[in-house]
T-cell receptor, first 115, second 114 residues
């Protein structure tokens, strides 16, 4: 069964450093998403991406965040200057269309720890 | 603003019991509802997806129902097993001109004792 692949599985970074979280969505999917889950809290929407541009973003997704699809397979989330409160599990997801008859497929996540 | 609530927050049952997890949402204009399973420190595994026009979906020992007008969904697990121990998340989606994002509940932590 096709999978969404995320790397790395765990990243530790110092406060103020830049991090890039990587995702390889399912190959025929067209819509891509990032969600995050702070420990003990709900999974929260960050951003959706289609046709090489952001289609929707949440209040959380401020100027320190950016997303990119640098080639035909990868989808990245960059956090420019990490803060302690950015520590969370970050999930990438993809879907065939917005008419998600088949729902989302999520990756296994990247645990980001900011120290 | 859509709010999703899951009850109970935690549940501990002996192996073999049938159980029901509840999900409620405040805005009934959803596009679909999806139930996920999350193991500790792991990703989200989709269990069942119910379109807004459907009333229920079944997969193996799992059955999910949807009452859109009352803003409720239930996940029924038959003959529970220790391997079912996990957090179960309910998420609803809205279709807008901007896309289709999910709004999650906080989850029900299930422990099935052998």
């Amino acid at each position: 069964e096709p999978e969404v692949t995320q790397t790395p599985s765990h990243q530790v970074t110092q406060m103020g450093q830049e991090v890039i979280l990587r995702c390889v969505p399912i190959s025929n999917h067209l819509y891509f998403y990032w969600y995050r889950q702070i420990l003990g809290q709900k999974v929260e929407f960050l951003v959706s991406f289609y046709n090489n541009e952001i289609s929707e973003k949440s209040e959380i997704f401020d100027d320190q965040f950016s997303v990119e699809r640098p080639d035909g397979s990868n989808f990245t989330l960059k956090i420019r200057s990490t803060k302690l409160e950015d520590s969370a599990m970050y999930f990438c997801a993809s879907s065939v269309t917005t008419m998600t008859v088949y729902g989302y497929t999520f990756g296994s996540g990247t645990r980001l720890t900011v120290v | 603003k859509q709010e999703v609530t899951q009850i109970p927050a935690a549940l501990s049952v002996p192996e073999g019991e049938n159980l029901v997890l509840n999900c409620s949402f405040t805005d009934s204009a959803i596009y679909n509802l999806q139930w996920f399973r999350q193991d500790p420190g792991k990703g989200l595994t989709s269990l069942l997806l119910i379109q807004s026009s459907q009333r229920e979906q079944t997969s193996g020992r799992l059955n999910a129902s949807l009452d859109k007008s009352s803003g409720r969904s239930t996940l029924y697990i038959a003959a529970s097993q220790p391997g079912d121990s996990a957090t179960y998340l309910c998420a609803v989606s809205h279709l807008t001109e901007y896309g289709n994002k999910l709004v999650f509940g906080a989850g029900t932590i299930l422990r099935v004792k052998s």
